[in-house]
C-alpha cells in the first residue's frame, strides 16, 4: 500500500532550491513570465556561487553512501517517488502550463510520461561484462556511479527531460543537482522537493537561477558530469567549459529534422500525423518535423489537405478547452520567430498559410506553411522553434536523400512510404540519431536518443543512456599470484 503521508499533496504556491532536502530561500528572487497573458509567475531563488558550492559538498558526501545502495534499493524508491508524481499530476500539469505554455492536454500527457520514464527506467538492467574466464583468472568490465552529476534542463520540456536525467543519475548510484531553465522553474523545484521524501539528504537537490548558474555547474569541479540539452551554440560552450575539468557530458542539441513522403502513401490517412508531429508544443520540440520533403506527384493534393487540416487546430490560451497550438515560450523565442517570418518577405518566399505574427497579450503565432521555398532559405536551413514548416517538391530518391542529409545537424528524420523494403533501404541512408519510418517523433524510455553531427554528443535514456552515468572500470581477477 503507497504510504499515503509522502503521496500527500504538493504547495504549488511557494517555490524554494532544494539543498540536502531541505527548502532553501536565496536573498534575491526573480521570476519567469506566463507566455500566455505576460502576466509575472511566482518568484523563484537566484542561486548564488554559495548555493552551488554547499550543494556539490553535500551531493558529494550523499554520494559516498548512495554509492554503495543495490540497485534494488534504488528501484524501489525511484519506483515510490513514481507513485507521489503520479499523485499530484494535476497541479504538476496546471503549473506546467503555467510556465510553459502548452496546453493542459499536453501538459497532462508529458507529466503522465515522467512516471511512466521512471518506471521503465528503472526496469533496465546494468550487468557486469565477463570478458574472459578461466580457471586462474576472470577478466570483468564493471559500471560504477561517476559522482555527482549536474542536469541541466531546457524549458521545452522541464518535467520530462528532467525526470530523465534525475532517474538515470541516481538510479546508477550518483547524485545529482537539477538546473531548470529560468524560463520555467517551477515544476522542476517542485519535482525535486517531492524527491526529498524518498531520497537521502543530497542525493537529488534542485537550483533555480538566472543566466550566470549554467556556468557555475559546468565550471565547478566537484560536478563530475553534466547532462545538457539545449541548443547548439550553448552546447559548444557547455563543452568548452567542461573540458577545463574534464568532466564527462551528454550534449542532446538542437535539431532540422527532415520527413521524406513517398508518392504511394495513403494522404487522408498521413495527414493528421504529419500536422500533429510538425506542430506539436507549437513546434517547439528539437524532434519535431521541420523540413517536409513530398513527391512532386502527390504535392498539391498533400498541400491541400495538410492545409485543411491545419486550419482546425485552435490557438489560444492552454487553459480553455481545445486548444493545440499555445503561444511560444518566451520573448526571446518570440523576437527569433518574427526575425526569420521577416525573410518569408525578404527571400520572397510563398506562404501558403499564415505567414505574419500578430501582437496580441502573449506569445502567439499562428501557424505557417511555406509552399516550395529554395533549399538555401532560411526557413529551411534553420531551426525555427517556432510553427513555421517549408514543404518542398522531390520526385529523385537520391537527390532528396542528399537534401536531407545536407544539414549540419542529425537529431531526427524520417521516411514515409507504403513499399516498407523501399522506406527502409531510404530510412538506412538518413544521418540522423533517430529515424523512423512511417512515424515521426516516437519516444520510448528504453530507446536511446540522441544526435549526429551538430545535434550532440552521446545520448539519453535506455541502456547507453544510463551507462552514459557510469565508468566502465576493467578488473582483473586473478585467483593466485
Known amino acids: 500500500m503507497a504510504d499515503t503521508a509522502k503521496n500527500g499533496p504538493l504547495d504549488f504556491t511557494t517555490f524554494h532550491n532544494i539543498i540536502n532536502n531541505e527548502l532553501s530561500p536565496t536573498s534575491t528572487t526573480r521570476h519567469s513570465i506566463n507566455p500566455a497573458n505576460s502576466k509575472p509567475n511566482p518568484e523563484v531563488p537566484v542561486a548564488t556561487q554559495e548555493d552551488v558550492d554547499r550543494a556539490v559538498k553535500h551531493a558529494r558526501n550523499a554520494f559516498k553512501e548512495w554509492s554503495k545502495t543495490s540497485f534494488a534499493e534504488r528501484r524501489a524508491a ?3 517517488y513514481a507513485d507521489a508524481v503520479d499523485a ?15 496546453p493542459l492536454n499536453q501538459a497532462a500527457t508529458e507529466v503522465g510520461m515522467a512516471s511512466t520514464w521512471i518506471r521503465a527506467m528503472i526496469e533496465i538492467e546494468i550487468k557486469d561484462n565477463v570478458i574472459e574466464e578461466k580457471d586462474d583468472l576472470k577478466i570483468v568490465q564493471r559500471y560504477t556511479p561517476m559522482g555527482v552529476a549536474g542536469a541541466i534542463v531546457p524549458w521545452n520540456f522541464p518535467v520530462l527531460l528532467a525526470m530523465g536525467k534525475i532517474v538515470a543519475a541516481v538510479y546508477t548510484g550518483n547524485a545529482v543537482i537539477v538546473k531548470p531553465s529560468p524560463f520555467t522553474p517551477y515544476c522542476d523545484l517542485k519535482l ?18 538566472d543566466d550566470t548558474l549554467g556556468p557555475m555547474f559546468t565550471d565547478h569541479p566537484g560536478i563530475d558530469k553534466i547532462s545538457f540539452t539545449g541548443s547548439i551554440a550553448t552546447g559548444k560552450r557547455v563543452m568548452a567549459s567542461c573540458a577545463k575539468t ?10 532540422n529534422d527532415p520527413a521524406i513522403i513517398c508518392d504511394d502513401v495513403d494522404i487522408d490517412a498521413i495527414i493528421p500525423k504529419i500536422g500533429i508531429l510538425s506542430y506539436l508544443c507549437s513546434s517547439q520540440i528539437c524532434m519535431m518535423i521541420k523540413r517536409l520533403y513530398v513527391h512532386e506527384k502527390i504535392y498539391d493534393a498533400f498541400l ?8 482546425t487546430l485552435k490557438v489560444g490560451d492552454g487553459n480553455e478547452a481545445d486548444v493545440f497550438f499555445g503561444p511560444v515560450q518566451n520573448k526571446m523565442q518570440f523576437e527569433k520567430a518574427k526575425e526569420l517570418f521577416s525573410s518569408i518577405t525578404t527571400e520572397n518566399l510563398k506562404a501558403a498559410l499564415g505567414g505574419s505574427i500578430e501582437e496580441s497579450h502573449g506569445y502567439f503565432i499562428h501557424p505557417t506553411i511555406i509552399d516550395n521555398p529554395p533549399e538555401s532559405s532560411r526557413v529551411v536551413q534553420e531551426e525555427p522553434f517556432a510553427p513555421i514548416l517549408p514543404i518542398m517538391k522531390w520526385s529523385d530518391e537520391d537527390d532528396v536523400l542528399e537534401k536531407a542529409n545536407a544539414l549540419d545537424t542529425g537529431l531526427g528524420a524520417s521516411v514515409w512510404s507504403k513499399d516498407f523494403e523501399r522506406a527502409t533501404r531510404m530510412a538506412n541512408q538518413l544521418q540522423a540519431g533517430v529515424v523512423w519510418v512511417n512515424s515521426h517523433f516516437d ?27 557510469c565508468n566502465s572500470q576493467t578488473q582483473w581477477l586473478k585467483k593466485s599470484f
Open 443 to 469: 519516444v520510448s524510455p528504453k530507446a536511446p536518443f540522441g544526435g549526429h553531427k551538430q545535434s550532440g554528443m552521446g545520448v539519453e535514456w535506455g541502456l547507453t543512456g544510463l551507462l552514459a552515468y
Open 246 to 255: 574534464l568532466k564527462r557530458v551528454t550534449l542532446e542539441l538542437g535539431g
Open 78 to 80: 525511484l519506483s515510490a
Open 304 to 311: 491541400e489537405k495538410l492545409i485543411a487540416f491545419v486550419k
Open 88 to 102: 499530484n499530476a494535476d497541479a504538476f500539469a496546471e503549473t506546467l502550463t503555467m510556465e510553459q505554455g502548452k
Open 192 to 209: 525535486v522537493e517531492l524527491a526529498t521524501r524518498f531520497f537521502p539528504p543530497g542525493v537529488i537537490q534542485c537550483l533555480s537561477g
